[in-house]
């Protein structure tokens, strides 16, 4: 499936690799260090950092996958994106007012905060691992995807990808992230748009034919559950609330996602950014979801029945490089690196600043500034090294079920780790001794419903956050002693800042 990737093509790519290198490296302050280092100078727009979340949420995984899955199948896991209408309300109201309030650091330091610094090192570690993991799966699985449709080899993709996004880590800090991110996810929506009039154009009939052929081969909807009582059975309605409460959980307790909001300590700020992301998110899903419907029409009238079939996520990739003109193919094969090293800047940016904050300091605690920013940029470098290699690696074994194998063990933390800050959040009675226990019989429960039972998968957020919830609270109540909730007047819980917040207008008035 080698497209024609012509020497323009190649000049164009490089030379935006070469631009956003630059560019990380122009918007790198000099002098840099301690918290300005982890979370800016106060001086980044809420745009650019909804862009960010945005682009860090959308790998190149997602940018082949979303369209390959309209082309072969239908728009059934498009519902999955309306989970943002649950995600986005639940941040908003429940969960970020408590992290302005204290003026986190980490995300992992509400856990010491609420629970104690068991919580945090825990959560910390099997964040940092999960992350290490999910950046060599996506340097790997995206260049056997563009090494098929391009010709280029696997490992000089790995390496481009990988080199680049770790030096501009590991030398600006999370300013330079962001803004390479906001270009990224500029470019990245910018190439789908551009796809999508060419496919139009392409297409006798235009969008009328789109929707009509569409319609009449069931590529949009068609014999889909809509709502099954069972709730662990597949349904569109579990896809909903499964993913609603799965990103809900990336938005409250994943480092890369909340070190964003951290960079500011206005709420409405962090408002924008949540809403900002959840319109770029669901709308950037639509685009390529019809891209894919696109592409099944493009392909049914210049082949009829001999449309092409086999790997589905290589289909986007191959239209690019096979039938838009060169030069385009070149720019718009820089959305897919650019989906990549967008994902891998942040992850390397927020392992180096978990490794540093929520481990580095609570094993000593009087890390000077400039102590802290060394070991950040020094991990940086290290992680991204060492993912680089894994990803080179994994390219050399062939290990096609790679991500199916690590997703199945590892997607798994978010959710365990999102119902233990549910449980810090929504109650006060939870304290340390029944968090953790809550969290070690989750994580049992879930490795179990994951690789002995056939629930569905969409089912695992919610599973995960009720026995969080039930256990945690639970082994609370059997353990003596208060929660810090309960002893100490902070705003912890969402209960906490409602009730101070009513005191103070009673007495204002």
């Not at 600006?172 to 990245?188: A, M, N, R, Y």
């Not at 086999?310 to 003109?325: H, K, M, R, T, Y």
């Not at 002995?452 to 609270?473: E, H, K, Q, R």
């Amino acid at each position: 499936m080698t497209g024609n990737f012509a020497i323009i093509d190649y000049i164009i790519l490089i030379g935006y690799l070469l631009f956003i290198l630059y560019i990380g490296m122009a918007v790198a302050k000099k002098g840099m260090k301690g918290k300005e280092f982890f979370k800016g100078d106060g001086k980044i727009p809420w745009w650019v950092t909804s862009v960010s979340l945005f682009a860090t949420l959308l790998s190149p995984i997602s940018f082949l996958s979303l369209a390959g899955n309209s082309y072969s199948d239908s728009w059934q896991l498009w519902v999955a994106q309306l989970g943002l209408f649950i995600s986005v309300p639940v941040a908003i109201i429940f969960f970020l007012p408590v992290y302005r309030n204290l003026n986190l650091d980490t995300a992992y330091e509400y856990l010491e905060r609420r629970f104690d610094k068991k919580m945090r090192l825990l959560a910390s570690v099997l964040f940092i691992v999960y992350q290490i993991g999910r950046m060599s799966i996506i340097m790997y699985l995206p260049s056997i995807a563009l090494s098929a449709v391009t010709g280029i080899n696997a490992v000089l993709i790995i390496l481009f990808m990988g080199v680049i996004a770790t030096i501009y880590s590991s030398v600006g800090g999370i300013k330079s992230v962001l803004w390479t991110d906001f270009i990224q996810g500029v470019v990245l929506i910018g190439g789908g748009i551009f796809a999508l009039i060419v496919l139009i154009f392409s297409i006798e009939g235009g969008v009328p034919e789109i929707f009509n052929t569409g319609l009449e081969n069931n590529k949009f909807f068609s014999e889909e559950v809509f709502f099954d009582p069972n709730l662990v059975n597949d349904s569109l309605f579990i896809i909903f609330l499964g993913a609603g409460l799965s990103t809900a959980f990336s938005y409250i307790s994943s480092q890369d996602m909340v070190q964003r909001y951290l960079t500011t300590t206005d709420l409405k700020q962090m408002n924008k950014m949540t809403i900002g992301n959840g319109v770029l998110s669901l709308g950037t899903a639509t685009l390529f979801f019809f891209i894919g419907t696109a592409l099944y029409v493009f392909y049914t009238q210049q082949m009829g029945s001999d449309i092409p079939s086999g790997n589905s996520d290589l289909i986007f990739a191959n239209f690019i490089v096979s039938e838009l003109p060169a030069g385009i193919s070149g720019l718009l094969i820089a959305g897919l690196f650019a989906a990549g090293q967008s994902t891998l800047s942040t992850g390397l940016n927020s392992v180096a600043t978990s490794w540093t904050l929520d481990i580095q300091k609570i094993i000593k605690p009087d890390l000077s500034d400039e102590s802290s920013t060394r070991i950040a940029k020094f991990v940086s470098l290290v992680v991204g090294i060492f993912s680089i290699i894994f990803a080179v690696v994994l390219a050399y074994s062939e290990i096609s079920s790679a991500y199916e194998w690590f997703n199945g063990l590892m997607g798994l933390v978010l959710g365990i780790v999102g119902g233990t800050f549910t449980l810090g959040v929504m109650t006060r009675k939870a304290n340390s001794n029944g968090a953790l226990l809550g969290f070690l019989v989750t994580s049992i429960i879930a490795i179990y419903v994951s690789y002995f039972t056939d629930i569905s998968l969409w089912a695992y957020s919610i599973i995960n956050l009720v026995n969080s919830l039930v256990f945690g609270y639970v082994f609370s109540l059997l353990f003596s002693g208060k929660s810090k909730a309960e002893d100490e007047s902070r705003e912890l819980t969402f209960y906490d800042r409602k009730l101070n917040h009513a005191q103070d207008d009673y007495y204002a008035q």
